[in-house]
């Protein structure tokens, strides 16, 4: 009998692997399909949009065109009144020539008056000087004379400041009037200027007239051709359309069957796994539970394949005629762009010279204010001479006293003879200086009206210089898009669509040679058979009867839905089941549900459930508890697993009493529509969290309707008796005890005494136990230092995380902490999900100098507490990153914590070494929980980590349906996380279990359970 179930085994593991390379053909061909089929139906919604692109494109030619029309006649008539006005200004030109001229002789005439003066006042000076010395030999007769001579003296040096400043006055006006008749000669030009331009702009419009029916030619070539497209547009459309509903069909296909193919297999290797007598009653009732069916596969879809070529051709002619209308149209609207651009220069440099003409307002005005200025001067030298004339005639009063020598009397009529002098100078110089001021005057109303007509050009230029560039910017939007449509008539590669056409039948083809259902009716009939002869195998009675497993630590929570932490998990996936469950190889398997329909858009799935599944209490499970059991999980910190079911973030908020989105067809069927098309649904219900409970459950006296139901929790002992009633039958061993352990050294010790049966084992203890009793495999997990972001501390400077990420080498952390039992991590997901990124190296993380760089750099002095687990192996590995970051620079102290996980869920922790272990073995299942800003707290996130991007991307992955672009994408969020740094990734760890001989069935698990009803006790 024992070669009869060997044999069983045999075959069907070559069935199996047979299938496997199949389906794995066929897995990929549809992934292959699915793209191309996207791809397919991009390049039919490319070609409506080309067509549309090219009908907006000449209609804004045709108005570029028009626009262009009118505003050439525009630019021609405002050169025209900028011609008038410049011409107006030579009148005026003369005119201000001519009282330049006037005025700079007045001036000239004023030097020779002030110059006599000077030459009086010196005479004077001598004159009243000699008197004085007379005077002084007159006696007391003298005294008063000699008083008068010395007041005319210091008149005489008093002339000389007016006078300089009287020069220094003029010779500013004269420099002023020079820069005047500068600034004219530049005005005569500009008539020179404006008729060459006038002259220009003419050609301009003799050139548009011209232009205008050349555009108009190449225009009507492109319409032409937009109106045959428009003919083709109905054609296609009706093409796009089937590809498009081919491409939906294709992606639903490939997601419906691929949970098929996940279930077939998984229940075909479930099958071989139980091949043995012990499992003979199970084994036919997972096959009548859940009986193998045939698959449909994918058909190719029927389209004329012929007609689309036909379209292309028409398309590939259509475009060729609109390239070479295009193409002229552009050598004119270029040759004319060139023309218009060194035009709208000129122009430009005529305008920025009548802003610098607009200043001469300006100097006139300060021409002016220098010559009442000098009118000023000119009255103090009056003031000067007038007492002049009065001390003249004190001097003769004085000279006729009796006892005054005749030779004063002489001086006196010569002082008076001076002073007639210097005031009769004196009167002239006033009468030119008023002549002076009465020309300025004259002068600066001829500055008003020049003025004026500057303003007036400037703003008629200004107009001009408008019009320029508002036409040159329409000849360049016009150029802009004559080169768009040749770039898209260029770009749009119809080659590349016929191929992918015909890449995608070359597909269905291959997929249709895989002849996938003759091997699954192979695989269903030895299953077949292997349930009919197993009702022969014999019944088998084990000598023991009691599992006894040591697990480190204690479960936080016997509540499935709100459980947080893997030691919970381990004890719940022993007491509770779900609709659906994952199995070792992280293939989902039917449970409670015995099938389920996905409607095409993703989001609407039906469930099924079995009949005669019994909660521990001999309550049968129903569609309802299914909507309590999601209720409660979305009370809970878990709810990031279920939250896209429609309507639940209403049932959160309290807004509605109900799940809308969960709709009770019956007793035994459900259906849950999701906000959006959610990958990973199925997984996520199978992963534990999404175990059914019933109303009144109690966490402290946990029912479940899994394969183990709980007696008693006493101190540190769990025990668990089989449940007769469960729907698979009762498991072979009875009994299972779950010893909670101080330590890892406490369960080896316990396990060397015979005292447990399997232990969790790291590669501290592994010299401890027998080497052929020791099974390692690799974990879905990330083990990884958190740093709270939240808190206010020097971590919050990205620097100080990039240097404590440099000075780590995670391959010796592997080596030396962990004996080699784990993958040095480079980023968050581990080898075993498809989105692992193979480049994330941590060899090239590792640069210690670099850290020490850093540190030095943000002078780093203080002490930074590293929260890890109060176990033996944690405060090790703790102490071994203290050491390595102590080389760097950065000062830590290791804190063992029995309530680490609390701890770090209320942001108590700076740094904490930290693990995750998958739920659900699917990548969004790291991403959202660890690193989206609604997942803080106890629901993973416990680095406080919030990055709106980060957010947005990680809702966007949820969404795809897509593996290819869906892995990518989560290749690029993992990316962006790294670089942020709010974990620093050390390890993706394996288990490590010692297993007595004498315990069979054992097979280690990804997610780090043990399942104790798939096992025996020999």
């Known amino acids: 009998m024992n070669e009869v179930w060997k044999r069983h085994q045999s075959e069907l593991r070559q069935l199996i692997d047979s299938i496997e390379k199949k389906l794995k053909s066929y897995n990929d061909l549809l992934v292959s399909q699915s793209s191309l089929s996207e791809e397919f139906h991009q390049k039919f919604s490319e070609i409506r949009d080309w067509i549309e692109h090219q009908r907006d494109a000449t209609s804004s030619l045709i108005e570029e065109i028009r626009e262009i029309e009118r505003e050439i006649d525009e630019i021609i008539k405002v050169v025209e009144i900028v011609s008038e006005e410049a011409g107006g200004l030579s009148t005026l030109i003369a005119r201000v020539i001519s009282s330049i001229g006037e005025g700079r002789g007045i001036v000239k005439y004023k030097e020779e008056l002030l110059s006599k003066i000077t030459e009086t006042a010196t005479e004077v000076d001598i004159l009243a000087r000699n008197a004085e010395i007379k005077s002084y030999q007159a006696g007391e007769e003298g005294r008063g004379f000699g008083v008068v001579a010395h007041e005319m003296a210091q008149l005489a040096v008093e002339v000389e400041p007016p006078v300089k400043q009287i020069n220094e006055k003029a010779k500013e006006i004269i420099d002023g009037f020079g820069t005047i008749e500068k600034a004219v000669k530049r005005i005569e030009k500009f008539k020179e200027i404006t008729h060459g331009l006038s002259t220009t702009l003419k050609k301009i419009g003799k050139e548009g007239i011209i232009l205008l029916p050349l555009l108009r030619k190449s225009l009507s070539e492109v319409d032409r051709s ?139 005005g300060d021409i002016n204010r220098r010559i009442l200025e000098l009118k000023e001067l000119v009255k103090e030298l009056d003031f000067i001479f007038e007492r002049a004339r009065l001390l003249s005639l004190y001097a003769r009063i004085e000279a006729v006293r009796p006892k005054i020598e005749v030779g004063l009397r002489s001086v006196s009529e010569q002082m008076r003879t001076l002073a007639d002098e210097v005031t009769g100078i004196s009167e002239r110089l006033k009468a030119e200086i008023e002549k002076l001021f009465h020309f300025s005057q004259i002068l600066a109303g001829d500055f008003m009206e020049v003025n004026s007509r500057i303003r007036r050009l400037l703003v008629d230029s200004q107009d001009a210089i408008t019009f320029f560039n508002r036409v040159r910017e329409r000849i360049n939007r016009l150029a802009q898009d004559i080169a768009t449509i040749e770039s898209k008539l260029s770009a749009f590669e119809l080659d590349k669509t016929i191929s992918c056409g015909q890449r995608i039948t070359e597909t269905m083809d291959r997929i249709e040679g895989l002849r996938l259902e003759e091997e699954i009716a192979s695989v269903i009939d030895q299953c077949q058979r292997i349930a009919h002869d197993a009702k022969e195998w014999p019944s088998v009675v084990t000598r023991r009867r009691a599992l006894k497993i040591g697990m480190v630590g204690r479960p936080l929570l016997l509540d499935p839905g709100h459980r947080t932490d893997a030691n919970s998990h381990r004890i719940n996936v022993m007491i509770f089941n779900g609709l659906y469950q994952i199995d070792h190889r992280n293939n989902i398997l039917p ?14 799935w039906t469930f099924r459930l079995q009949r005669g599944v019994y909660f521990h209490d001999r309550r049968e499970v129903k569609a309802r508890d299914v909507l309590f059991t999601f209720q409660h999980i979305l009370k809970g910190p878990n709810r990031s697993f279920i939250e896209m079911i429609s309507g639940s973030k209403s049932y959160l908020a309290g807004e509605r009493n109900i799940i809308t989105g969960i709709d009770i067809v019956d007793d035994y069927t459900l259906t849950i529509r999701l906000d959006f098309p959610y990958l990973p649904f199925l997984a996520t219900i199978a992963c534990g969290v999404g175990d059914l409970i019933h109303e009144g459950f109690d966490p402290n006296h946990p029912v479940g309707a899994g394969p183990y139901r709980l007696v008693e929790w006493s101190g540190h002992i769990i025990r668990l008796e089989a449940f007769e009633g469960h729907f698979e039958g009762p498991p072979p061993i009875k009994v299972v005890e779950i010893h909670l352990l101080p330590s890892m050294r406490k369960g080896v010790e316990l396990y060397q005494q015979d005292g447990l049966d399997i232990i969790p084992l790291s590669s501290d203890f592994a010299s401890m136990v027998p080497e052929e009793e020791i099974t390692i495999s690799p974990l879905l997990s990330f083990r990884y230092l958190g740093i709270n972001l939240r808190a206010d501390s020097p971590l919050k400077d990205e620097r100080l995380r990039q240097a404590i990420s440099l000075a780590i080498d995670r391959e010796r952390f592997v080596r030396e902490c962990l004996g080699g039992w784990g993958v040095p991590a480079g980023g968050i997901f581990p080898p075993l999900l498809s989105p692992y990124d193979s480049r994330l190296s941590p060899r090239a993380i590792y640069d210690p100098d670099e850290a020490r760089r850093l540190v030095a750099e943000l002078g780093i002095k203080e002490t930074f507490p590293l929260d890890v687990h109060d176990t033996e192996p944690s405060i090790i590995r703790g102490k071994w990153l203290a050491d390595e970051l102590s080389k760097v620079g950065i000062r830590i102290d290791v804190n063992p914590r029995s309530d680490l996980l609390e701890w770090t869920y209320r942001g108590k922790s700076l740094i904490a070494m930290k693990g995750w272990l998958s739920d659900n073995g699917d990548p969004d299942n790291f991403l959202f929980p660890l690193f989206h800003s609604s997942s803080w707290g106890n629901t993973g996130n416990t680095s406080f980590y919030s990055n709106p991007e980060v957010d947005s991307l990680i809702e966007q992955a949820r969404t795809i349906r897509n593996q290819l672009r869906r892995d990518e994408l989560y290749r690029t969020i993992e990316r962006k996380i790294l670089a942020d740094l709010p974990v620093i990734p050390l390890v993706h760890n394996y288990s490590g279990y010692a297993v007595k001989p004498w315990v069979k069935g054992f097979v280690p698990d990804p997610f780090d359970v043990i399942k104790p009803a798939n096992m025996w006790l020999a």
Request: no cysteine; charged share 25%; aromatic share 8%.
């Open 591 to 604: 449970s409670i549900a015995t099938s389920l329909d996905l409607s095409p858009d993703g989001k609407s």
């Open 226 to 364: 937009l109106a045959e497209l428009t003919d083709i547009t109905g054609e296609l459309e009706h093409s796009a359309s089937e590809i498009g509903n081919w491409s939906i069909k294709a992606i639903t296909t490939w997601e419906q069957n691929s949970i098929l193919i996940n279930q077939f297999l998984g229940l075909v290797r479930r099958i071989n796994d139980l091949i043995h007598p012990v499992f003979r009653n199970k084994i036919v009732r997972i096959l009548n539970r859940y009986p193998l069916r045939r698959l449909t596969f994918y058909r190719r879809a029927e389209i004329d394949t012929a007609h689309i070529g036909s379209l292309f051709d028409d398309i590939a002619r259509l475009q060729k005629r609109q390239a070479e209308a295009l193409g002229e149209l552009r050598d004119k609207v270029n040759d004319w762009q060139g023309f218009l651009t060194e035009l709208s220069q000129q122009f430009s440099s005529y305008h920025r010279d009548y802003e610098d003409l607009a200043d001469l307002g300006l100097e006139m």
